[in-house]
């Protein structure tokens, strides 16, 4: 055998073990040249999120007063858009590079992050440096991961978004309508849903719908635990959605689209705030975190509680976002710094920008003027109540996984009347209880 | 002397090296890479695990595969037939000697230099349900109310189709054209004479000399069809309710949105096995039809 059969048979062999093709993989790329990332005497630190288009206002309103705060310290920001930021997570993961030493993730992505052990336990820094009550713990829930131990900790809630029912002043007022308050019920809803459906044409078809429904997880959810049923065990590893109270809400979603025919498949399914946007539906109950879809429209619009329930019962599905410091991360005690900083020392004024329509977990801002009154002034407040009063999270891994290629389908074809809701439930359940034995297995 | 002769020898091989080092470690080696990686579980975070053939069974068991992969299938089989008389009949509309011609040309091929996202953005207007242009020429033209095109599980999929065909019409195009304009004059003169019409002509003489250039793009076709992806991704992300996931995007998800790389390589095989057994007969068909005299 010549030295070049031997080195590329060596090669070939490397590449078909796992281990090997990393090793390889790595080898690759670490050839390529990489990043100094420590000079003598200083700390550099990386910090990753997507919030890009604020780039600016984090430089110079966040970190440079941090720098300067903390001499030995550099801080480079890296930031990608919002739709490539997993994809961008995870080839520099794959690729055994550095990530970042301080990174943001929504909930759904960190709940893979901990499963995979990723993430450094943040419940001792917590323990030393974080008063009881300076913010709102209740979110912590979400990071501790599916084992829920009070001495773990794999992210830091930045800030939550809440499911409530956002609507269009304008057309309110052209149908002489109130607008939707607090003391709303499901019934209420279905009521000024039906004055707020117009079908101008008179083509069967309506041109504006009174309600767009997100049926794909923040809508759904809402509702399904409102009217008391649920969409996973108390465990979080099963599908639920054959228990009596489940498909008797089931029905109640299935008939907004079929009976009470207040909304469309498309506009809940795809077009959600486009529709919304262009004056289609009048209401949308959805994240509060779509404001920042209503950035730079001339809308009139504005938030409130997400209907009630005849009993009085009501909730909102909470989604939080968090930092992250990964376990290979060199810095950990500066990272914790940092994380502490950008929460705690961001410019009150900045806050609604950096989160949009998002409330920060931390009291305080959330108290102030400059978050409460920042334009386009709605009715944040409500927020905070709604966060304490009745909002609930929902978490598992592979959740994009059952939820994407699994649930929505299948929600689909229950809300366009193709399927009765017993079979919608058992199919569904089916296919999520498949993507979480997976998921759950693989720990 | 010795040394000389055995330098010579070796001398091509040097030249060779950079090429051969590149192919090993950028082609082979990922290759081979992907290939056991196809029989591991690996979430990107933590070591794989070897699973034998697990990913591929998971897959033959699953709904979703078996969704995925007829709507793949039914991508290709009516993309490639309008893709490819598509761009025959306009290589034939261009191929004359007309003055300005060339602008016309030109016209037809910039949708492939265009960028993805700028035709996704013009094809996500036309085809929008309440503002597009598609379904405003239905209502003015015939008084009929378009479907929401890209929204609805039964026409994203034809959508997607006249995306992909629109956007390949330009490349396949002028390969007709240069087939076209390599068929000697003499063959149609000749026809002439004998008093065939055009569509003589066209049938006994245009397509058996253009057969080597059709099955060039048929070939080519089949291939891009079978990995769509970047119109998938621009224009619906294999909704609504996966309609329009085919397995080029169904690789993507699972590789970077569910941290299954290990059934993301073992779905790559796949596609590469069903591109590779359709161009395999493409090739044992292709003796009976495609005339290299």
């Known amino acids: 055998m010549s030295t070049f059969q031997r080195t590329a048979a060596a090669i070939l062999a490397l590449s078909l073990h796992p281990r090997g093709a990393a090793a390889f993989l790595l080898l690759a790329l670490l050839s390529c040249g990489g990043e100094k990332r420590k000079t003598e005497g200083q700390v550099s630190l990386t910090l990753y999120h997507w919030m890009e288009k604020d780039r600016k206002l984090w430089e110079e309103q966040i970190l440079k007063p941090f720098q300067a705060a903390h001499p030995g310290v550099t801080v480079t920001l890296q930031t990608s858009p919002y739709p490539l930021y997993v994809t961008k997570s995870l080839t520099s993961i794959a690729s055994g590079g550095h990530l970042a030493d301080l990174m943001f993730a929504e909930d759904w992505f960190g709940q893979e992050l901990i499963q995979k052990q990723y993430a450094l336990n943040l419940m001792p820094y917590v323990r030393r440096d974080i008063a009881p009550g300076e913010f709102y713990d209740e979110t912590f829930t979400e990071w501790r991961g599916v084992a829920q131990r009070e001495d773990e900790l794999y992210g830091f809630p930045a800030c939550l978004g809440l499911t409530v029912l956002f609507y269009n002043k304008e057309l309110f007022d052209r149908g002489a309508l109130s607008y939707p308050d607090t003391t709303w019920t499901y019934d209420d809803l279905i009521r000024v849903g039906k004055k707020l459906t117009i079908d101008q044409h008179a083509d069967g078809i309506p041109d504006q719908w009174g309600l767009t429904f997100d049926v794909q997880y923040t809508g759904l959810e809402t509702v399904l635990y409102t009217l008391g049923g649920r969409l996973l065990t108390a465990d979080s590893r099963h599908a639920s959605l054959q228990e009596p109270p489940t498909l008797k809400a089931l029905h109640f979603i299935q008939d907004l689209f079929q009976k009470e025919r207040i909304a469309s498949t498309t506009t809940s399914l795809v077009t959600t705030w486009q529709s919304f946007i262009a004056q289609r539906s009048a209401m949308i109950l959805i994240g509060s975190h779509g404001a920042i879809n209503l950035e730079g429209t001339s809308l009139r619009w504005d938030l409130t509680y997400p209907p009630k329930a005849s009993d009085g019962r009501r909730m909102s599905r909470r989604f939080t976002m968090a930092f992250m410091i990964p376990k290979n991360s060199p810095h950990p005690e500066e990272a914790w710094e940092l994380l502490r900083w950008i929460l705690t020392k961001s410019p009150p004024e900045q806050i609604s920008t950096q989160y949009s329509g998002m409330m920060p977990t931390y009291r305080p801002a959330t108290a102030s003027g400059a978050w409460l009154n920042t334009p386009p002034v709605h009715n944040r407040h409500l927020l905070v109540e709604l966060e304490k009063g009745y909002s609930f999270p929902l978490f598992t891994p592979g959740w994009q996984e059952w939820r994407d290629n699994n649930l929505t389908p299948e929600i689909l074809q229950m809300i366009q009347g193709k399927k009765s809701v017993e079979q919608f439930a058992a199919d569904a359940g089916r296919r999520i209880n498949a993507v979480l034995d997976r998921a759950y297995q693989a720990r | ?293």
Do not use: C
Request: charged share 10%.
């Open chain 2, 1 to 293: 002397m010795n040394r000389i002769r055995s330098f010579r020898t070796l001398e091509p091989y040097l030249y060779l090296l950079p090429t051969i080092a590149g192919l090993i470690l950028f082609s082979a080696g990922a290759v081979a890479a992907s290939f056991s990686m196809s029989f591991s579980r690996w979430d990107i975070v933590t070591s794989p695990q070897w699973v034998w053939f697990d990913n591929y069974t998971q897959l033959w068991h699953s709904d979703l595969f078996w969704q995925v992969f007829w709507n793949t299938l039914t991508f290709v089989v009516l993309a490639v037939p309008l893709s490819v008389s598509a761009s025959l009949a306009l290589a034939l509309l261009v191929n004359t000697r007309l003055r300005g011609i060339t602008l016309f040309r030109t016209a037809y091929f910039m949708p492939v230099v265009s960028s993805m996202i700028a035709v996704a953005l013009v094809w996500s207007w036309i085809f929008n349900a309440d503002y597009g242009l598609l379904n405003y020429l239905l209502r003015v033209l015939f008084g009929v109310r378009g479907p929401a095109w890209l929204d609805s599980t039964a026409w994203a999929l034809p959508a997607m189709v006249v995306v992909t065909v629109w956007r390949g019409l330009g490349y396949s195009m002028v390969i007709f054209l240069a087939g076209l304009q390599n068929i000697p004059q003499e063959l149609y003169h000749a026809a002439t004479i004998d008093g065939a019409g055009v569509w003589r002509k066209f049938r006994h003489i245009t397509l058996p000399m253009l057969s080597p250039t059709t099955f060039f793009i048929l070939v080519i076709t089949f291939i891009n069809s079978f990995q769509v992806f970047e119109q998938t991704y621009v224009l619906t992300k294999g909704g609504p309710a996966n309609a329009t996931l085919t397995l080029s995007y169904l690789i993507y998800q699972d590789a970077f949105q569910f941290f299954q790389m290990g059934k993301a390589a073992a779905l790559s095989y796949i596609l590469f096995a069903l591109i590779f057994v359709v161009t395999l007969m493409q090739f044992r068909i292709q003796r009976r039809w495609v005339f290299y005299g």
